[in-house]
């Protein structure tokens, strides 16, 4: 279990980062990545001789994060709280970031799924569709349509970058 605890720290970071992209709640986020720790945990020796023990975190983090929002007892939140772990820093652009968090929450909880996993994560439609479960004619359409009401609704976002 050595070689679990080194992954484990050093992928914690992304992990933390990417669990607060899909709940928009730093403890929520956290709760959502003791959950997938101790599926990887559980699974590890499969998953590391097959070598892909990020591609199996990040389809188990995804599939839990859906699964939540399906049984809607914990709900997309409609503001953020605290800033997202490790976000914070000299010359980050709070600004920014303000703007994206709330173009972001306008989104579907599948639209940030993908969103985060298309240009967060650069997995490929694929890839993406593969952690969703979905085809990859809907990780299309649904990245379509969560660009376009960012679009819509952060215009500045794009004079920004």
Do not use: N
């Not at 279990?1 to 050093?10: G, H, I, K, N």
């Not at 439609?125 to 969560?146: F, H, I, M, N, P």
């Amino acid at each position: 279990m050595e070689d679990f605890e080194a992954w484990v720290q050093a992928r914690a970071g992304s992990l933390a980062r990417t669990a607060y992209l899909l709940t928009g709640d730093v403890h929520l986020a956290e709760d959502l990545v003791q959950d997938t720790l101790a599926r990887v945990a559980d699974h590890w020796r499969r998953v590391s001789r097959r070598g892909s023990p990020d591609a199996y975190a990040r389809q188990v983090m995804h599939h839990l994060a859906v699964d939540r929002w399906r049984r809607r007892r914990v709900r997309p939140p409609e503001a953020l709280g605290a800033a997202p772990p490790e976000l914070t820093g000299h010359g980050y652009d709070v600004e920014r970031r303000v703007v994206l968090r709330d173009a972001l929450l306008r989104l579907t909880p599948r639209q940030r799924a993908t969103v985060s996993l298309r240009f967060y994560e650069d997995l490929t439609e694929v890839e993406t569709a593969a952690v969703l479960g979905c085809s990859v004619s809907t990780v299309k359409s649904t990245t379509r349509d969560a660009l376009r009401r960012l679009r819509e609704h952060a215009p500045d976002l794009l004079e920004a970058w």
